[in-house]
Nanobody, 124 residues
Framework: VQLQASGGGLVQAGGSLRLSCAAS????????MGWFRQAPGKEREFVAAISWSGSSTYYADSVKGRFTISRDNAKNTVYLQMNSLKPEDTAVYYC??????????????????WGQGTQVTVSS
């Protein structure tokens, strides 16, 4: 599967952005999808993940209650709605996919497919 992330940009603190990740291929619905982010000088960190059906979602504590992950399998797209953005949310955001993860959805090394990243900058 090939992934293309979009939707990043510059926003003021308290604002919102919606990231999209479009996937190629006919088996999108069989993939667990995740969002990760990486700030300069920091390791890539888990943000959110969603099961193949969309029935289960998982969030990092730092974004819980502010970010929402969703997917539209008919459109081969996963979304990350980001509200109440903070300067510490500034990072390059990556979408990722994998078919079998079990409980490893927080581990970036477990994902085999990655998008190119989209920059999110939150000004104070």
């Amino acid at each position: 599967v090939q992934l293309q992330a979009s939707g990043g940009g510059l926003v003021q603190a308290g604002g919102s952005l919606r990231l999209s990740c479009a996937a190629s291929g006919r088996t999108f619905s069989s993939y667990v999808m995740g969002w990760f982010r990486q700030a300069p000088g920091k390791e890539r960190e888990f943000v959110a993940a969603i099961s193949w059906s969309g029935s289960s979602t998982y969030y990092a504590d730092s974004v819980k209650g502010r970010f929402t992950i969703s997917r539209d399998n008919a459109k081969n797209t996963v979304y990350l709605q980001m509200n109440s953005l903070k300067p510490e949310d500034t990072a390059v955001y990556y979408c990722a996919a994998e078919t079998r993860l079990g409980n490893a959805y927080r581990d970036y090394a477990s994902y085999g497919y990655w998008g190119q990243g989209t920059q999110v900058t939150v000004s104070s």
